[in-house]
C-alpha cells in the first residue's frame, strides 16, 4: 500500500480557492472540476472531495445552513482555513495565481471552476500594455469573486433565474470602491442579470429581512413601461433564488444596502 501523501500549505491554498467555487452538493468525487483538480494534484479523486469536506466543516456560513461537513479538519487545515479568511484581499489572488500556474493557465487566460463541466481556460484577446502588479492582484480578486458568487447561486440570476452566464454580473452589496475588507467576501455578493445589476448598484432595487425584492418610487413610476413590468414588477416581493447549500448573503450587508435604497 502507497504511503499516505500529507497535504503542503501550497496544496490547501490552491484548495481553499476551488472550495469556495463549489457548492457543497457539489464536493463529491464524480465532479469533474474534483476530478481535473485531482489529476494536477496528483491525488485522488476521492482524497480531493474528502478534503473539501473537511474545510466545509470549518465554515461558519455553511453551519447557518445546518451543513456540518466532514469532521476529519486537520490542525493544518484549520490554521489555513483561519489565514486565508483573515485576510481575504492578499490570500486570494495568491490562490487564484497559485490555481493557474497548477493548470498551466497564461497570465491574460481566464480561468473557472464551471461546477457540472470541470475548469474551462480561455485566451482573451490581447488587451493592451502589461498590467503593474497591483492592477493583476485587482483582476485576480475580481476574477475568484465573480466565479465564486455566480457558482454559489446556481449560475442564475437570483432574481429572473437568466442562467446565460455572459449576462451575469457577481454584483458587490457593500460597494467594491468603500469597503476593501468585504471586496472578496463570498457573502456580499449577489448574482444578477446586467440589467439588475445596474438597478442594485443604483438603488432602484432592494431586498428586505426575507430576501425578498423591493422597488423603488423611481420604478414604480415608470410601471407603465413594458420593460419595467416584465423585468422588475413581475418579480416584486419574490426572494431571491439561492440553492439549498449555497452561502447566503450576509443580512447586515444587504440591510446597509436597504437603508441607503429607502433614502432615495
Given at each position: 500500500m502507497a504511503a499516505r501523501k500529507n497535504w503542503t500549505r501550497h496544496e490547501l491554498l490552491i484548495v481553499?480557492?476551488?472550495?469556495?467555487?463549489?457548492?457543497?452538493?457539489?464536493?463529491?468525487?464524480?465532479?469533474?472540476?474534483?476530478?481535473?483538480?485531482?489529476?494536477k494534484l496528483e491525488r485522488t479523486a476521492s482524497s480531493v472531495a474528502m478534503k473539501l469536506c473537511n474545510?466545509?466543516?470549518l465554515d461558519p456560513?455553511?453551519?447557518?445552513?445546518?451543513?456540518?461537513?466532514?469532521?476529519?479538519?486537520?490542525?493544518?487545515?484549520e490554521d489555513m482555513w483561519k489565514e486565508f479568511h483573515a485576510n481575504l484581499v492578499e490570500a486570494v489572488p495568491s490562490s487564484e495565481e497559485a490555481l493557474r500556474k497548477l493548470m498551466k493557465a497564461g497570465p491574460e487566460s481566464e480561468i473557472e471552476v464551471l461546477p457540472k463541466q470541470g475548469i474551462r481556460i480561455t485566451k482573451p484577446p490581447p488587451s493592451g500594455p502589461t498590467t503593474t502588479t497591483g492592477s493583476v492582484n485587482i483582476r485576480l480578486g475580481q476574477d475568484y469573486?465573480?466565479?465564486?458568487?455566480?457558482?454559489?447561486?446556481?449560475?442564475?440570476?437570483?432574481?429572473?433565474?437568466?442562467?446565460?452566464?455572459?449576462?451575469?454580473?457577481?454584483?458587490?452589496?457593500?460597494?467594491?470602491?468603500?469597503?476593501?475588507?468585504?471586496?472578496?467576501?463570498?457573502?456580499n455578493g449577489l448574482c444578477l442579470s446586467r440589467l439588475h445589476d445596474a438597478a442594485f448598484d443604483r438603488y432602484l432595487i432592494s431586498f428586505d429581512d426575507n430576501?425578498?425584492?423591493?422597488?423603488s418610487k423611481r420604478l414604480r413610476d415608470e410601471m407603465s413601461q413594458?420593460?419595467?413590468?416584465?423585468?422588475?414588477a413581475a418579480y416584486e416581493g419574490q426572494a431571491l433564488e439561492l440553492p439549498?447549500?449555497?452561502?447566503?448573503?450576509?443580512p447586515a450587508f444587504l440591510a446597509a444596502h436597504r437603508a441607503k435604497f429607502l433614502k432615495q
Open positions: 481553499l480557492n476551488v472550495y469556495h467555487k463549489l457548492r457543497f452538493g457539489l464536493m463529491h468525487k464524480a465532479n469533474p472540476t474534483i476530478i481535473k483538480l485531482a489529476e474545510l466545509a466543516s456560513a455553511l453551519k447557518l445552513r445546518g451543513i456540518k461537513g466532514l469532521s476529519g479538519a486537520s490542525r493544518l487545515d469573486f465573480r466565479n465564486a458568487v455566480l457558482n454559489n447561486f446556481g449560475g442564475c440570476c437570483s432574481v429572473t433565474s437568466l442562467s446565460v452566464r455572459e449576462l451575469l454580473i457577481a454584483s458587490h452589496i457593500l460597494p467594491w470602491s468603500t469597503h476593501a475588507n468585504e471586496r472578496l467576501n463570498v457573502r430576501l425578498c425584492l423591493l422597488l413594458r420593460a419595467v413590468k416584465e423585468n422588475f439549498d447549500d449555497s452561502v447566503l448573503p450576509d
